[in-house]
């Protein structure tokens, strides 16, 4: 349950700019720190430390930095284009919030800023031969910060954009929506009820996906009027004019509901924050294309499958003790696990029914997750145990595979039915 304006700010931290910002400001009032600091050194340690050199290293700097940066953002540019092709479009963004990435533009950016700075103030005489040390000092830490996020960056540049990596990114986002749903189905609110007939719809303007709820805003409009409300639409929703957002009971709609519609923040694509579906949705995304004919990666698609089991294993685990609810006013539908397995899973067993390897893959994962405890996981995995042996029996023309494959589907009936 995160505020409409702390989600905002942090997605704004997770920009490439913010970072870059922020490490150029540092970067300058370093620089100029050293004229501020400069009455405090002794003026015999100038030329005792050679201090005088400052200007060819500042140099030197500057010029280097700038050629590593514009080779970084070309690298950058490459990865994104990779991503985008290779995996999905929907995962660059993540790729793009990469916090190795945005720290090494940043200190690259930062060090040009600084020895920029630096030259100009050298040439008009503001340091003096006492603050040549002071910015002789901080080069020389500036050179080291420099070297090792070379170091990190050479490193990081043999895995960014691809595949693997990029799919572990999705799993990660969509495994962290995934406990703090786990942790709080109704999203701090009440389970869903009956809507009463008096209650009034809400209805918003525009035609988007909502990317977050702000329930606590939802709360206070609820206390103030001494009212309910009942929330229809959940982040990842696909909401029009046409079908309400949310009922509203007890309340003057008329004056409060602007202040309703602007708990909503509703986009143009989903988000990965409070959407779990969405994660899933991806990584279903990106088996998919992986089994396309251009790119026939079955392997890949393997790996989503039992990223997908790993997911779905959370929202298994036993739930903690029942607490107070934070939002009792506030009545939110939970994720249906069923819509889960239908976007992990669907897309595979379609685009794989003629692989065989595929399909053993998905019988086993069906098995793991009808044995992890709840029923409805049971259900959902004996029903699409089903399905994909049907598309298997589609797509695969070898009685050899397809007796494999029954043979599995049968263990997943049996272990369903409790046997």
């Known amino acids: 349950m995160t505020s409409r304006w702390l989600w905002h700010l942090s997605r704004i931290t997770r920009r490439m700019w913010f970072r870059a910002s922020l490490f150029s400001i540092l970067a300058v009032v370093t620089a100029l720190a050293a004229i501020v600091l400069a009455p405090y050194i002794p003026s015999d340690v100038p030329t005792k430390i050679g201090a005088d050199s400052v200007d060819n290293i500042l140099g030197i700097i500057a ?11 070309s690298t950058m540019v490459a990865a994104y284009s990779a991503a985008t092709s290779n995996v999905t479009p929907r995962a660059t963004r993540l790729v793009m919030e990469d916090t190795t990435t945005q720290n090494v533009l940043a200190t690259f950016i930062g060090s040009f800023l600084y020895s920029l700075v630096g030259i100009i103030a050298l040439s008009t005489g503001a340091y003096g031969s006492t603050g040549r040390v002071v910015l002789f000092v901080v080069t020389a830490g500036v050179i080291v910060v420099i070297v090792v996020t070379l170091l990190r960056w050479i490193d990081h540049l043999s895995r960014l954009g691809r595949v693997t990596e990029t799919t572990e990114r999705v ?11 786990r942790k709080q189905p109704h999203m701090g609110g009440s389970p869903p009820v009956a809507i009463p007939g008096s ?8 035609i988007g996906y909502v990317q977050h709820l702000d329930v606590g805003a939802l709360s206070d409009i609820a206390e103030r009027g001494k009212g309910r409300i009942f929330v229809q639409a959940t982040p990842g929703a696909f909401v029009t004019p046409v079908d309400p957002v949310a009922f509203a009971e007890g309340l ?5 509901e602007a202040e309703i519609r602007g708990c909503y923040t509703i986009a143009d694509v989903r988000s990965f924050d409070q959407d779990p579906r969405f994660g899933a949705s991806v990584l279903a995304e990106i088996a998919s294309r992986a089994l396309s004919p251009g790119i026939n990666d079955p392997g890949t698609a393997i790996d989503v499958i039992g990223r997908a089991v790993r997911l779905l294993a959370i929202a298994a685990e036993p ?12 009545h939110i539908p939970p994720i249906v696990i069923g819509d889960l397995f239908d976007d992990l899973f669907t897309p595979i067993a379609r685009d794989g029914a003629g692989v065989v390897e595929i399909g053993i893959r998905l019988q086993k994962a069906m098995l ?5 405890g709840p029923p409805d996981f049971a259900e959902n995995a004996a029903r699409h145990s089903r399905l994909a042996l049907q598309r298997a029996s589609r ?3 070898l009685e050899h595979d397809l007796a494999i494959l029954r043979e599995l589907a049968a263990q997943v009936e049996v272990a369903c039915a409790g046997g």
């Open 63 to 73: 010029s280097s930095m700038l050629a590593v940066t514009t080779f970084s953002l």
């Open 171 to 181: 799993e990660a986002a969509a495994a962290e929506a995934m406990r703090l749903y």
């Open 395 to 397: 797509g695969l023309t």
């Open 199 to 206: 209650a009034r719809p809400i209805h918003v303007s525009r």
């Open 252 to 256: 003057d709609v008329a004056e409060q």
């Open 319 to 330: 739930g903690e003790p029942e607490q107070e609810v934070a939002c009792p006013r506030v």
């Open 368 to 372: 793991i997750l009808s044995r992890l």
